[in-house]
């Protein structure tokens, strides 16, 4: 039985009733824009589906805006496949190449201009593309992901629709830009804010709707991952306590801390496999490999995941695990440390930074710690977004991979972040968040 409990009465209810609610705003055509803030695994997705759905049946030809082109291609087979009677669009630059999964769908067009997708009820696309747009408007547009959307790239499309569905979430990372921001922060026309903080600090009366149920994070994980990254609007799981479960097919031998982490994870749902104390550079080998090494066991072992969706059990596959971390060179590393775990399927765990891997979803996931080894403490590390990702995308269990003593570096590295004049003070406090998530994990540690 897994030992932290966070879900609702009825779950479907509460999601339901606060679909309806956005649903009814938008319809009532009081409001510019409206707003939906949504924990990990809220049904983002879904929403968006519902939503471009219901304004096509009212006689509406709407747009959805995505921040990248992956999310572009999601949203595009979700909404084909959800509505075969709607010919969906997805306006691309001259250089893209439609994934097998989207040129097998006969209800979808690609085309490079809107004059291509004339036919079109509902047109995606990147909010850069979109930018690029020129000679047309529309009454509705959704934002998908509408908090990685820098307020500089809404500026750009605004004129292109009269109203707005803005859907994210506020907890994860804020949007990524190159160059150095200081000479803007503080300023009303800082460009690097996000687009709805921006959009509603402009704009009075904006009702801001709040997704209350997490589908994707266990009972087990949804309180924990509510208390550190969304203190001011908790969720809770949409499943309970014995609605999803992991077990081996086989029996552990050889690396018993391994197999004793994998059944902390399988039993908790969370895991701490800690190493021993070191200051090492971000590219430690043995923390890397370690991760590596935890994934191909999982794999060697067989696991089975039981949930609502199989409740027979599905074995896990590559596909199934992910492994994330703070930089492009560790996940470089981590490809190539799965490689020589030895197992065939290990190097289909999907590998890859916090900033990619925002939006997706698996059923095991494998984190190296962004302070795992350090010295200091620095902004970049501390990033509670960054963390909430990387502890936020799975369906059945956490292992976090790190050094002994991070608690210390916390304690000798309090947040020593600039207060800025005219810049409203960011919640939750990276610092706080990993204390939190660090006194959570140390329920579950198992030294290496």
Known sequence: MRTDTGTTPDPAAAAAAATEAVLADMASGRHRAVVVDSPPGAGKSTLVARAAHELTAGGERPIIVAQTNNQVD????????????IVVGRLSATGYSPPPVLDALTNTTVGRTLADLAGCRIVVATAAKWATVRDATFGWAILDEAYQMRSDMLLQIVERFDRGLFVGDP??????TIVGTERWIGLPHDPTQNGVSVMLAHNQNIPVHRLPVSWRLPSSAAPTISRAFYPFTHFSAGTDDDARALEFRTAGFGRTDLDETLAQAFTTGWALHELRRRH???????????????????????????????????????????????????????????????????????VDTANRLQGREFEVVIVVHPLSGRRDATAFHLEAGRLCVLASRHRQACIVVAREGIADLLDSHPST??????????????????????????QHRVAA
């Open 417 to 442: 972040d600039p207060v800025h004049l005219s810049v409203r003070a960011k919640f939750p406090d990276g610092w706080e968040a990993n204390q939190i998530m660090l006194d959570k994990l140390a």
């Open 74 to 85: 999601d949203l595009v087979v979700r909404l084909a496949r959800d509505h075969p009677g």
């Open 171 to 176: 907890g994860q990372l804020d949007p990524f």
């Open 280 to 350: 090492v550079p971000r590219t430690d080998t043995e923390t890397l490999q370690t991760a590596a090494d935890l994934a191909g066991r999982l794999l060697h072992r067989g696991a089975v995941a039981t949930c609502e969706r199989h409740q027979g059990g599905r074995p896990l596959e590559p596909g199934d695990i992910a492994i994330g971390v703070a930089h492009r060179d560790q996940a470089d590393l981590v490809r190539a440390a799965l490689a020589r775990t030895g197992n065939p399927g290990a190097p289909g765990v999907t």
